[in-house]
C-alpha cells in the first residue's frame, strides 16, 4: 500500500511488481538515473521538499497545528 500511495499519489516513487533480482533492479535504477520518468521523480521530490519545509517554517501550517495542540493539552 505504501509503495502504491508513493508512487500513484506522490508520484515520488516506483513500484516494483515483479521479482527483485539484481537485473531488475539495475534496470529500474539506471532508467531512473537516465530518462525522464526519473527527471520528474526528481522535480515532484524536490517540490514536495520545498513545500513540507514551508509547513514546518514558524508559521507554516505544520508549525501552527502543533502549537494549536500544545495550547489546548496545556488548557486542560
Do not use: P, Y
Not at 507554516?60 to 495542540?69: D, I, K, R
Amino acid at each position: 500500500m505504501n509503495a502504491r500511495f508513493l508512487s500513484w499519489v506522490w508520484k515520488i516513487g516506483i513500484e516494483m511488481e515483479r521479482k527483485f533480482d539484481r537485473m531488475e533492479i539495475e534496470r529500474i535504477i539506471r532508467s531512473l538515473m537516465t530518462q525522464e520518468e526519473g527527471r520528474k521523480l526528481r522535480q515532484t521530490a524536490l517540490k514536495l521538499k520545498e513545500e513540507v519545509e514551508r509547513c514546518v517554517q514558524d508559521g507554516g501550517a505544520t508549525s501552527n497545528s502543533l502549537n494549536e495542540l500544545i495550547k489546548h493539552i496545556l488548557s486542560l
